[in-house]
């Protein structure tokens, strides 16, 4: 027996969780239901009169109505769900709206509706200007809800650069330079200043005017140099700046193409030069868990209560990724190797130092650039593993050279056809540079 005492509430409860599974009929005749003894009871029906209809069942007869027309609180109820999913399914059409007006309006479109919202908020100040008031009207609360998405696919072509900014937005390159130039970005005095403002018109080309709160550091300065390389032949006029819409062919703004951007995530270009390395998996893993300091040098174990007392088995200092790869006494050895090799200044003190070197390359000698560091630390981390876990140490520093051909050697199948005698010339210079270097030690 199912008791119906509360008709209303079982409709609610019942659109409420969307169940369609299996439904609920009452038969019903007209005039209301009657019992045994012939009296009409009202609209509600007795426990006999009740029929259960599940997946299968026989559909409704005529003579059967549905719970939602028995009384009227019944239809009230109903009227009240239906109108909570509309205006469900009005916000959304209005957040669509204001993406699509959002944008347009960003685009300095043209019209009453334009004219309103430039009259109202805007006056003559940008978008995302900081003084723009962020509350206002039903409409304007949704773009200012959902603005900063444009700037994920929104692309300027600068020309007088009043309305760009220098580190937010799209105007260079592959995207924001704020995301691909990170150290600069973290230190600059002024992250909201426009082009207009950033370059010096009277000065020589390639002149510009950006303030930093402190002096650089080492991959800062590559960093540097690699911006300025970049945006040295801007060209501009007295024309406003144009903005289109890159995620989309037509540059047309569509709310699947916002969707799917945001759903990408950032590019992270070196992670991009992990996984492209033409190395073992696993090298690639060793070398992503490098990056993110998660390798299980003495510092991460004695964190986690493990046998170690946190010190490099060499030197005795704090023993962590940077001190592994880069500072320990092997590590430097090593990188004064590389500066020999390549003939360089790269001293580089941590990964972040190295990878802010890697940028400033591009072609095939970045990919070899890659290849070779893996190379030389997978050696190191072999060479520590084997001193901190069994004591051994190698009987010659200039065995980590030799260590380090030998992986190069091994994955130089990997490496594409074309790019191998590149990496040849490579693995020639360090086999010349461990025979002198074994040479000067004896």
């Keep these: 027996m199912v008791s119906l005492c509360a008709p209303a509430v079982w ?45 299968g ?30 205006q469900n399914i009005e916000t959304m059409e209005e957040e669509d709206l204001g993406k699509r007006k959002g944008l347009q309006l960003y685009q300095n479109a043209e019209g009453l509706w334009a004219d309103l919202i430039r009259a109202k908020y805007l006056g003559d100040r940008d978008l995302f200007d900081k003084e723009v008031p962020v509350r206002g009207s ?3 609360n949704a773009i200012q809800k959902i603005k900063w998405h444009f700037k994920l696919g929104a692309r300027h072509k600068v020309r007088n650069g009043k309305r760009t900014y220098f580190w937010l937005d799209w105007w260079s390159g592959s995207g924001p330079l704020r995301a ?13 200043i426009t082009v207009d403002a950033a370059k010096v018109r009277d000065g020589p080309p390639g002149a510009w005017r950006i303030r930093f709160r402190r002096q650089f550091s080492l991959a800062e300065t590559v960093e540097w ?40 995530g950032a590019s992270v270009s070196h992670f991009r030069d992990v996984w492209r390395a033409r190395v073992p998996p696993k090298i690639k893993v060793f070398l992503w868990q490098l990056i993110r300091g998660k390798l299980p040098s003495s510092e991460q174990v004695a964190k986690r209560q493990g046998p170690s007392n946190g010190r490099c088995s060499l030197c005795g ?17 090593m990188w004064a190797g590389v500066r020999e090799l390549l003939h360089c200044e790269w001293n580089p003190g941590g990964i972040g130092d190295f990878i802010a070197l890697a940028q400033g390359i591009s072609g095939p000698l970045r990919s070899l650039v890659w290849f ?8 190191l981390w072999n060479i520590r593993n084997k001193l901190t876990i069994e004591g051994k140490l190698i009987n010659n520093p200039t065995d980590a050279f030799y260590h380090m051909m030998l992986h190069m050697q ?25 025979a002198r270097s074994r040479a000067g030690g004896e």
């Design 410 to 434: 091994s994955w130089r199948v990997l490496v594409r056809r074309r790019d191998r005698a590149l990496l040849d010339e490579a693995l020639e210079a360090v086999r010349l540079l461990h």
């Design 180 to 192: 691909r130039f990170p150290r600069l970005y973290s230190c600059c005095d002024q992250p909201f």
């Design 317 to 333: 200092e704090v023993e962590d990724c940077n001190h592994i790869f880069f500072t320990c006494h092997m590590a430097g050895f």
């Design 372 to 379: 070779t560091f893996a190379a030389m630390s997978w050696s």
């Design 11 to 55: 409709v609610a409860l019942c659109g409420a969780r969307g169940w369609s599974g299996s439904t609920m009929q009452v038969a019903v005749p007209k005039g209301g239901a009657r019992d045994g003894m012939g009296a009409t009871q009202g609209p509600f029906p007795s426990a006999g009169n009740m029929q259960m209809q599940g997946r």
């Design 138 to 140: 039903q409409f304007w």
């Design 225 to 264: 140099d690699n911006l300025c390389r970049e945006i040295q032949d801007l060209p501009t006029d007295d024309q406003p700046d144009v903005v289109s819409w890159s995620l989309e062919p037509s540059g047309v703004f569509s709310a699947k193409s916002v969707y799917y951007g945001l759903t990408q």
């Design 57 to 86: 069942a026989s559909p409704r007869t005529p003579g059967q109505q549905s719970l939602g027309a028995i009384s009227g609180k019944t239809t009230l109820d109903v009227t009240l769900l239906k109108q909570l999913e509309y």
